[in-house]
Nanobody
């Protein structure tokens, strides 16, 4: 299973950005798709999660500003971020909890995409 994030970049405070996470490979089912973020010197924190049924959870750092969505047909998740602040600056990672054909459910991580919020 391959996980590829895209959409990161430099944005001014108060701006918006949409991240995408595309999964490919011999996927039988994806149970959940998560976004995490990690700033230098910090631990990796959960930003948002969406399950196969569309149930969502958000970290305190994202509530009211970020929205996670998912296109099951495309095995893709999105993170719409608005009202961005400098402390949102981090590498954003996508994680799948998924099962390949003939295998057991496993976590799969992408390589991350850098988001920088600065004027």
């Amino acid at each position: 299973v391959q996980v590829v994030e895209s959409g990161g970049g430099l944005v001014q405070p108060g701006g918006s950005l949409r991240l995408s996470c595309a999964a490919s490979g011999t996927i039988f089912t994806i149970y959940s798709m998560d976004w995490y973020r990690q700033a230098p010197g910090n631990q990796r924190d959960l930003v948002a999660r969406i399950t196969s049924t569309g149930t969502t959870n958000y970290g305190d750092n994202a509530k009211g500003r970020f929205t996670i969505s998912r296109d099951n047909a495309k095995n893709t998740a999105y993170l719409q971020m608005s009202s961005l602040r400098p402390d949102d600056t981090a590498v954003y990672y996508c994680k799948l909890f998924a099962m390949e054909v003939g295998a057991t459910p496993t976590d799969y991580w992408g390589q991350g995409t850098q988001v920088t919020v600065s004027s």
